[in-house]
């Protein structure tokens, strides 16, 4: 027994505990941003199954996380702040600016499921991104953990997917945010707040993945619209719909479409 115990394959098995320490210390952030998106994670859990606490808490908690999350990147890509003109225009440049705005947004908003989605979806896809860092054979052996492994790489094979559907769901929440007022949870600014993060995320230099799903989205509307079996007033709703949403892009944007 004491030969098993002592053989290469157990002690590849066993967690180098000092080489994850070594990397906590030298990755700070790094490992402060995966462990906060872990807990994003696992409050998104309590919301949907309130079994530890309440549901509204865990809701809250998830935005909260996202702020920190939102935050701490801000200070990776930016570092110091400067009350500069070209520190501004840089902050309201990052993504990670985009979705502390948006955090803000909804912590002044009843809890409404849709809202968490986008959060929690980019926390698993960087969460599994970083966890294949903390497997890697300078920390917990090269071989070990294969069950984490095939979850990440599941993860990673349908990131495209998430990323559209992130974009799909930032869309989707503008006019969202007027049925909220309807329903009384929600303030009649959200909409026009929204708007604006909605602006900046269709103008992210680094997320391009908005842009295309609202040029997906045309596309769909528009040939749905050309179809000959479609009724006239179905038509005219979707062409309207378009209309309506070239004229609310970013001007740069527009003037480019009208361009086109």
Sequence with gaps: MSDTAGSPDSAQRRLNYEGLKNHVITHKIDCGLWAIRVLSIIFAVGYILPVFGSAQSSYYKVLISNAAISALRLHQRLGRVSLTREFLAELLAEDSCHYLFYSLIFLYVAPVTLVLLPVVLFSILHAASYSLTLLDVQILGQNSWWGARLLISLVEFQSLNILRLVAFTEIVLMPYTAFLILMGRASLLTPFIYYHFLTQRYASR??????????????????????????????QVLLSIVNFTCKLAPPQVHAQQQQQ
């Design 206 to 235: 680094r997320n391009p993945y908005t842009r295309n799903m609202f040029h997906e989205l045309r596309i769909l509307f528009e040939s749905t619209a050309s179809k000959p079996n479609i009724p006239g007033i179905i038509r």
